[in-house]
């Protein structure tokens, strides 16, 4: 081992944060997302925040997109693999139970204002999909296959492909139609009226 890499070890090692230190940094990203927007958060203000360097900011993370969408996937109140109530309704039910009026609500509105952001900024739209979108759908297509597994969706139902585009439709749709956040009793009733008919459930 020459000295150069011997050096760089302990330098390494002090570099990685704690889950705990990380679980402070999410928290706080998704605070100043909150307050300003995407356009207006800048890796000073998260610095200064949280009383880090940038430098640390970057070697974790690389850019600004990646901090971003992985913080919001960090602070959900419940992953969506550790779902398993035994059956779909219960499954899709406790993914919105999960979160609370406020929180859904919030997170409504962080994602509209993600959306928009990322017509503008390709590195946010790639680090939306590839960090949080695609990981969710896959966690979905799980949690779709048991129900097809108990028997309780077809295995050929069409409507089998277009649950994430569903679920995304009443986030989307319910301000602009109804002028009202997609509150969990809304969202609930959905699921019944329009999820579960859709795939024969």
């Known amino acids: 081992m020459s000295t150069d890499t011997a050096a760089a070890m ?3 090692r002090r570099s990685r944060l704690t ?37 640390t900011l970057y070697r974790q993370w690389k850019s600004k997109p990646q901090l971003v ?5 960090k602070t959900q ?8 109530t035994g059956s779909l309704r219960g499954d899709l039910r406790q993914m919105v139970l999960a979160s609370g009026p406020e929180r859904t609500e919030m997170e409504a509105a962080l994602m509209r204002g993600l959306a928009h ?35 309780e969706v077809a295995a050929d139902s069409p409507a089998l492909s277009y649950v994430p585009h569903m679920m995304c439709g009443a986030f989307v749709a319910r301000p602009l139609i109804d002028d009202a956040p997609p509150s969990p009793d ?7 009226a329009v999820v579960l008919p859709a795939l024969g459930a």
């Open 117 to 151: 952001a990322a017509h503008e900024n390709p590195d946010l739209q790639q680090a939306l999909r590839e960090l949080l979108i695609l990981p969710e759908i896959a966690a979905l297509d799980m949690l779709l296959k048991r129900a097809v597994d108990r028997g």
């Open 77 to 84: 109140p419940v992953c969506l693999e550790d779902i398993d």
């Open 186 to 192: 809304y969202l609930l009733t959905y699921i019944d």
């Open 10 to 12: 302990p330098r390494s």
């Open 19 to 55: 889950p705990e230190r990380e679980d402070e940094l999410y928290e706080a990203v998704v605070d100043l997302l909150t307050e300003v927007g995407y356009d207006s958060l800048t890796m000073d203000a998260v610095a200064a925040r949280t009383h880090s360097s940038k430098a």
């Open 69 to 73: 969408v992985t913080a919001l996937r």
